[in-house]
């Protein structure tokens, strides 16, 4: 099956400096590839996602970055602000067959004031 | 416009016993799908239905089963519980089946300990 790998496990950075966080994945198969902000207390959040068609998306201050060769994608926040600190989670799924989405380990980020 | 709603926010259980959490999807959504987060294994999918049918499923035992509604209310069933069962339980809603380009959004979750 699918296994995700997500990197770091935890990143502090100074208000302001952009953050990175790497996902790897296993199935060849898989094409859709969401990340998910989780705050304390509360359940994920969709913030991004990308197909396997596209090497990159961005939306205001996140963008997201993927290669298929590879079978690594990269989560990038600019500008980074106080409020972006939460847990983030990547995933990455298949649409056909029995579709299941597999999830990375998270990351906890910290924004420095 | 109400989010997706999960009962009961916090429950305790005792080994060999089975629970029941319930979800309500937003409105209109047909999809319900199941996590389950723990520190040790992380956010892990569960199952999911649409219109009543399991349409996908993850790699959990028997003991963890679920069912939909007509009107698209879902509910989870643990049985024989266990010491490793204690989680967080998310319930997802969303319009569609599966998660290609498909958003989905997360209740609170239902938190499990079993002691």
């Known amino acids: 099956g699918e296994n995700v790998e997500q990197h770091p496990s935890t990143l502090s950075v100074q208000e302001g400096d952009s953050a990175v966080i790497k996902c790897t994945y296993s199935?060849?198969?898989?094409?859709?590839f969401p990340w998910y902000k989780q705050e304390l207390g509360k359940g994920p959040q969709l913030i991004i996602d990308?197909?396997?068609?596209?090497g990159e998306k961005k939306d205001q201050r996140i963008a997201v970055t993927l290669n298929k060769t590879a079978k690594h994608f990269s989560l990038h926040i600019t500008e980074t602000q106080p409020e972006d600190s939460a847990v983030y989670f990547c995933?990455?799924?298949?649409?056909?067959?029995?579709?299941?989405?597999?999830f990375g380990t998270g990351t906890r980020l910290t924004i420095i004031p | 416009k109400a989010g997706v709603t999960q009962t009961p926010r916090y429950l305790i259980k005792t080994r060999g016993q089975q629970v029941t959490l319930s979800c309500s999807p937003i409105?209109?959504?047909?999809?319900v799908s199941w996590y389950q987060q723990t520190p040790g294994q992380g956010l892990q999918f569960l199952f999911e239905?649409?219109?009543?049918?399991?349409?996908n499923k993850g790699n959990f035992p028997g003991r963890f089963s679920g069912r939909q509604f007509s009107n698209s209310r879902s509910e989870m069933n643990v049985s024989t519980l266990e010491l490793g069962d204690s989680a967080l339980y998310l319930c997802?809603?969303?319009?569609?089946?599966?998660?290609?380009?498909?958003?989905?959004?997360f209740g609170e979750g239902s938190w499990l300990t079993v002691v």
């Open positions: 995933a990455a799924s298949t649409n056909f067959g029995n579709e299941k989405l597999t």
């Open positions: 990308i197909r396997s068609n596209v």
């Open positions: 409105s209109g959504h047909r999809s």
């Open positions: 239905y649409f219109s009543e049918t399991q349409r």
């Open positions: 997802a809603s969303s319009l569609a089946s599966g998660f290609s380009g498909n958003t989905i959004y």
């Open positions: 199935d060849s198969a898989s094409n859709y």
